[in-house]
Structure formats: C-alpha cells, structure tokens
C-alpha cells in the first residue's frame, strides 16, 4: 500500500530510483568475473587461506589438472605356442616395451609448455620417473631399450605405485598431473586449459581426440 501511493504521488522519485538501482547493477555486472581463484574466497586470516598458501608453497600447488594423452594400446606378439625359445623366456612384464623414447620426448616438450606459465607448479609424468632414472645413466636421456631395461627390473609394486598411475599400455594412454598454484598472479582457468589443447594439437601433432584435459581445474572452470 505504501509503495503503491509513493508510485502514484511521486512517480518522478520512483523513476530516479530505477535509473539509480539500474546503473548501479551495471557497474556491479561489469566488475563480475567467472577468473576467480580460489584464495580470494576467503579473509587473510583465515585458517583456510592460511592452509592455501602452506600447500602452494610445499607441494607446488592446490588444485589439479590431468592431461590425458592417447598412442597406439600395446599389443602382445604373436607367437607360436610350439615356439620353445619364447615360451623359456617368457617375460612377466612385456608391456615394458610401449615405453619408448619417443613418448617420454613427447612428455618432456609438453613439460616445457606448461613450466613455461607462472600458475603452474609441480607436473609429475613418466618424463619424471624417466628424469630420476637419468641420475644412473651419466645424466644422458635413456633410449628405448634402456627404459625397457629399468622397467623390466621393477618390482610389481613399484610399478603399480610410480608408473601405473601416470601409464596404461594396455589404454595406450600416459597422464600428465599439473597442480595449480592459487597464491601467485591472477590467471584464465580457461586459457590454461584452451591454449594447453591448442599447444597439443597444432604444435605437437595429436589429433583432438586424442587429448582429454580434465581434473579439478576444469570443474572450477
């Protein structure tokens, strides 16, 4: 009732007031931005935002990102069951020649890409396990027959705690994990995430769907 006489007694005030409210939602939708990172969400001394930095700082990051690349799956030789050579040397792990030198080179440029953006801490892929493993080879890259050779001699757990995680042969499929630091410069959750499948797909040659991007990064986008 109140605001009805006001419409009808003053509709000049009323007017003002719309133009007033509309100009300030103007100004307030301009200044909204999907970009946000996750550290502005809470106080400066907040215990979550104090958590935040202790992560970013100690282990590289807080939220993820996974890059799925996909090669040819491995597939078993075909041999004769009457062969008495192969069946004597029977290998327990023959998936340990998919890793080649050519996916870790392919793993070690996309490295390079992604070292490259300030909002990108720790990557950990078989390009690391591969990196560690330089230490007992001079320092020098290891060929084919060499990466055979290191996987061969692992164990079935280290196996399933440092390379599994990371490869599928039996997929064809290697994964990259990225972790996101939210404590440095502000970034484009979406531009990390366009111009990493655009680097994959003009300057290194994979087909777009043989590259998926997903992860924690990607659901806040």
Excluded: C
Excluded at 6 to 14: A, E, T, Y
Excluded at 15 to 23: D, E, Y
Excluded at 61 to 76: H, K, V
Excluded at 136 to 153: E, H, I, P, R
């Amino acid at each position: 009732m109140l605001l009805g006489n006001i419409s009808l007694k003053s509709p000049g005030v009323v007017l003002i007031a719309v133009l007033v409210g509309g100009i300030i939602s103007a100004v307030g939708i301009y200044r909204l931005s999907w970009e946000s990172q996750l550290i502005d969400y809470f106080k400066d001394n907040s215990e979550v935002r104090k958590g935040i930095v202790y992560i970013d700082e100690r282990f590289g990051g807080t939220t993820s990102m996974d890059i799925i690349l996909n090669f040819q799956p491995y597939e078993a030789p075909d041999l004769a069951e009457e062969d008495d050579f192969f069946v004597e040397t029977a290998d327990d792990y023959p998936e340990r020649y998919w890793y080649t030198a050519d996916k870790i080179s392919t793993l070690r440029k996309l490295h390079a890409f992604l070292e490259s953006r300030p909002e990108v801490g720790k990557i950990i892929s078989l390009a690391t396990f591969e990196e560690q493993a330089r230490e007992f080879n001079d320092g020098q890259g290891l060929d084919t027959l060499q990466l055979a050779a290191v996987v061969g001699v692992l164990s079935e757990q280290v196996r399933d705690e440092f390379l599994l995680p990371y490869a599928s042969p039996s997929q064809g499929q290697l994964r990259v994990n990225l972790r996101i630091r939210e404590t440095g410069p502000a970034f484009s959750r979406a531009d990390l995430i366009t111009e990493t499948e655009a680097f994959l797909i003009e300057e290194m040659g994979f087909a777009p769907e043989e590259v998926i991007v997903t992860g924690l990064n990607v659901l806040f986008n």
